[in-house]
């Protein structure tokens, strides 16, 4: 019985893996091709040409545009749409991520017009909290990691910039949405803090004051008066907003007593990442679809309801690929799967990360071992016995 069982659970790892390579766009596809030579602000001027060559002698080019239009014209825009779109610019291309972005901002940006009473008064408001002593300076003297810095308004994700170190333990994965779940665990770090006027409020107005301030203490408005590179995310939780403090500011003070040095623990959240500007009503549209994905997830539970946002760029990054996440506190559920069944499946989600090669192997040493024991489970002893006898 035990074996049948096994048996089940490789063609269940088996079929997903075949599953999830068959799916997987290659990097030599005609929409990466195309990707990299039009939007990738990355791509190297001379390999442009040569992209766009290959991705138009690429004969699965005009079966894939054929597709789509025959989707289009068989179900209608309404319905055929969609396949169109992943025909031509499917998941993983920068085109898909700019065309979900373009649909969230579509909802969100009447949402920040009706936050943002006067959007001059915003901007003046925010301008003079900004104190950025030297930072011409250090731009002459740091030519090309300021340029870099500056291209960063093209890129979803930024180059060049110190990030709050973070492992990732699992994703979980739901068919209704196309986004995964992720669960990270946060390093303990020493924070710059400011304290927000209002509590989990996410208009211009709210975030401006504490994004100036944060940047500020980075750009040399502090005791040193020493400028670093501004670190990402900016989290805001509750009534705080929050960015890891530079490696090499340690020891800094802030001038700004309104700003001031943290220490946050190791913290274990649950991410659902998505495109486009952060307006209350689309942080609750997120924290809505993160907390039904956990509802339905056995092996992880929510500890804490306050929501977490983290903004990955800097303003003028735009907007369309701007990445925002929205995060949970949360904790392993304990495992139920007997000890037969975490054997074949690893248990662990992060094998998801390993490569299907790795994991076909670990399920075949273990179902060798078992198909052993089940013949002879004498000669298994056995075996343990010599293999302890060589140990010693």
Same mark, same amino acid.
């Given at each position: 019985m035990k074996f049948h069982i096994s048996v089940t659970l490789l063609f269940l790892v088996v079929t997903c893996l075949s599953t999830m390579s068959s799916t997987a766009l290659a990097p030599n596809s005609w929409q990466k091709r195309l990707d990299s030579a039009l939007l990738d602000v990355d791509t190297r001027p001379q390999s442009r040409f040569r992209l766009i060559q290959r991705a138009l002698q690429d004969p699965n080019l005009p079966i894939d545009v054929a597709a789509g239009i025959e989707a289009i014209r068989e179900d209608g825009f309404g319905k055929g749409h969609p396949t169109f779109i992943e025909n031509l610019w499917p998941k993983g291309t920068i085109a898909r991520s700019d065309i979900e972005?373009?649909?969230?901002?579509?909802?969100?940006?009447?949402?920040?017009?009706?936050?943002?009473?006067s959007l001059s008064n915003v901007v003046k408001s925010t301008s003079q909290r900004f104190q950025t002593k030297g930072v011409l300076k250090y731009a002459f003297e740091n030519p090309q990691t300021s340029l870099t810095l500056m291209e960063n308004i093209f890129r979803r994700n930024p180059k060049k910039v110190e990030t709050l170190g973070?492992?990732?333990? /699992?994703?979980?994965?739901?068919?209704?949405?196309?986004?995964? %779940?992720? %669960?990270?665990?946060?390093?303990?770090?020493?924070?710059?803090t400011s304290e927000l006027a209002i509590s989990e409020d996410f208009t211009l107005i709210n975030m401006g004051d504490s994004l100036a301030k944060l940047s500020s203490y980075v750009l040399g408005y502090n005791s040193?008066?020493?400028?670093?590179?501004?670190?990402?995310?900016?989290?805001?939780?509750?009534? &705080?907003?929050?960015?890891?403090?530079? =490696?090499?500011?340690?020891g800094?003070?802030?001038?700004?007593? @309104?700003?001031?040095?943290? $220490?946050?623990?190791?913290?274990?959240?649950?991410?659902?990442?998505?495109?486009?500007?952060?307006? =209350? /009503?689309?942080?609750?549209?997120? &924290?809505?679809?993160?907390?039904?994905?956990? @509802? $339905?997830?056995? =092996?992880?539970?929510?500890?804490?309801? @306050?929501?977490?946002?983290?903004?990955?760029?800097?303003?003028?990054?735009?907007?369309?690929?701007?990445? =925002?996440?929205?995060?949970?506190?949360?904790?392993?559920?304990?495992?139920?799967?007997?000890?037969?069944? @975490?054997?074949?499946?690893? %248990?662990?989600?992060?094998?998801?990360d390993e490569s299907p090669t790795e994991v076909l192997k670990t399920v075949e040493d273990a179902m060798e071992k078992e198909i052993v024991a089940e013949i002879?489970?004498?000669?298994?002893?056995?075996?343990?016995?010599? $293999?302890?006898?060589s140990e010693e």
């Open positions: 972005g373009i649909q969230s901002l579509i909802k969100t940006i009447p949402e920040r017009m009706d936050e943002t009473e973070s492992t990732k333990l /699992a994703t979980i994965e739901i068919d209704t949405n196309d986004t995964p %779940v992720e %669960v990270f665990e946060f390093d303990a770090s020493e924070m710059v040193e008066e020493q400028i670093s590179g501004v670190t990402i995310p900016f989290v805001m939780h509750k009534s &705080k907003m929050w960015i890891k403090r530079p =490696n090499e500011m340690k800094v003070e802030p001038i700004d007593i @309104s700003v001031s040095m943290e $220490h946050r623990e190791l913290e274990v959240l649950a991410m659902l990442e998505f495109s486009g500007i952060c307006t =209350n /009503a689309e942080v609750e549209r997120q &924290k809505k679809s993160l907390v039904d994905i956990l @509802s $339905h997830d056995k =092996n992880w539970s929510i500890t804490d309801e @306050s929501i977490f946002v983290f903004q990955y760029n800097a303003p003028g990054t735009l907007p369309w690929r701007r990445k =925002n996440k929205v995060g949970l506190l949360v904790e392993a559920i304990p495992s139920v799967m007997s000890s037969d069944e @975490s054997t074949i499946l690893g %248990v662990k989600e992060e094998t998801i002879d489970p004498i000669g298994e002893d056995e075996s343990d016995k010599k $293999h302890e006898t």
